[in-house]
């Protein structure tokens, strides 16, 4: 009795390759994400970095011209969004009339004080807007609140005299989808770029000295 022999599975060592090459797609694929949010992360902190930088900046800036903090209207309180455009001042140029408050000093035994805070606010508006991505930054008296599931309270302020003077920060975060909504708005409301959030991403409370 004959017995026919087993053929040959043609093609078995073909699907195999394609199996391997497709593993080796997916993981090369995992990789790069991982390398994009490395990169994403590692952006976002050098921003956070900087604008930290940036508030303490400002806040030695009003602790060294303390005078100007003791009224609502301190020139110190800004809002960078409305702030650019201003035309600068060099108050080291200019000559003190006697009373002005709007001048120049030409020595260090006169200061005006609220021209050395219109220079310093415009100058730092234009660190925060070159610095940070969509750069904004509010100075003002306000009692802020954070949620874990909004973040900070929104940029507008109370301007109470008893509230504590704040610099709010917030920029295009890296972790903004292109079309500057949040990746989730939710847990990220605080990461969605400044412009359109309603929260800033950070918020340093400064210590004026009693002013």
């Known amino acids: 009795m004959r017995h026919a022999l087993p053929g040959k599975a043609l093609g078995f060592t073909m699907l195999e390759a394609l199996i391997a ?42 602790r060294a011209n303390s005078s100007t903090l003791g ?3 301190s020139p110190y309180f800004v809002d960078t969004q409305s702030a650019s455009g201003t035309s600068a001042i060099n108050f080291y140029a200019q000559s003190c009339a006697t009373g002005a408050t709007n001048c120049g000093c030409t020595s260090g035994s006169a200061v005006c ?3 050395a805070a219109q220079f310093d606010v415009i100058e730092w508006a234009s660190a925060v807007q070159g610095a940070l991505p969509g750069g904004r930054a509010v100075v003002c008296r306000d009692t802020v609140t954070y949620s874990t599931t909004g973040g900070f309270s929104g940029w507008t302020c109370d301007k109470a005299a008893t509230s504590p003077v704040v610099i709010k920060m917030g920029w295009v975060s890296r972790f903004t989808n292109k079309d500057l909504s949040a990746s989730a708005a939710a847990a990220n409301a ?5 412009s359109v959030a309603p929260n800033p ?3 340093v409370v400064v210590d004026t000295g009693g002013q």
């Open 190 to 194: 605080a990461d969605a770029a400044s």
């Open 71 to 73: 009224t609502a209207s």
């Open 201 to 203: 991403q950070m918020v």
């Open 21 to 62: 090459v497709l593993i080796l797609a997916v993981g090369v694929l995992s990789v790069a994400n991982l390398l994009i949010k490395s990169y994403r992360f590692t952006q976002q902190g050098a921003y956070d970095t900087l604008a930290l930088q940036l508030a303490s900046n400002m806040a030695d800036r009003m």
């Open 113 to 115: 004080a609220a021209a």
